[in-house]
């Protein structure tokens, strides 16, 4: 029988695809733990989107290219790298959709503040988290731009512009106010 728990990590230490293990609180562990936490918060739009089909299916696109991106930096970096399960056609998706969704949009003339529906408020809060996983991701390419594809920085890039603008298709969508930011 299969057991969750191996207690190998009780002193704080995790093992990384390869074999090796590193402490919990590693550069790499932070990014590949954030990239799960934006996936798990997509999980949860996604779901809330059911009258958005199209949505929803990009979204589930959007979580297996992120399981892959989790795989690629949880692997050992001294050990053979997967794919990373990313390709351009992969951004270019994203820069597709929110062409699509930009083009029935007001232009933008005030910065937003999350809210206005429980909907765009998910959109901003994956946004958000992107944000942060791109942040971590960054730093972790910094350190060796060899050990971290360059496309997933990208990816990551492009995808919190495609939550923020996400967020302001549901409004309209939705019939909701978008919330402006007032000095």
Known sequence: MFK???????????????????????????????????????????????NFTSV???????????FTVGAHLASDPDKALPAPGLSPEDVQLLEQEMDRMDAGLPPLRNFILPGGHPVVSAAHVC??????????VVALYEQDAQRVDA?????????????????????????????????
């Open 4 to 50: 969750i728990y191996t207690k190998t990590g009780d002193l704080g230490e995790t093992a990384l695809f390869g074999g090796r293990r590193v402490s919990k609180s590693h550069l790499r562990v932070d990014a590949y733990g954030t990239v799960d936490e934006l996936n798990a918060f997509i999980g949860l739009l996604r779901d809330q989107c059911s």
């Open 56 to 66: 929803q299916s990009v979204l589930g696109i959007v979580q297996h290219r992120l």
């Open 127 to 136: 946004r958000t988290v992107c944000r942060r996983a791109e942040r971590l």
């Open 151 to 183: 496309l997933v920085l990208q990816y990551l890039n492009r995808l919190s512009d495609y939550f923020f603008l996400l967020s302001r298709y549901l409004s309209q969508q939705l019939g909701a106010a978008e919330v402006l930011w007032e000095k």
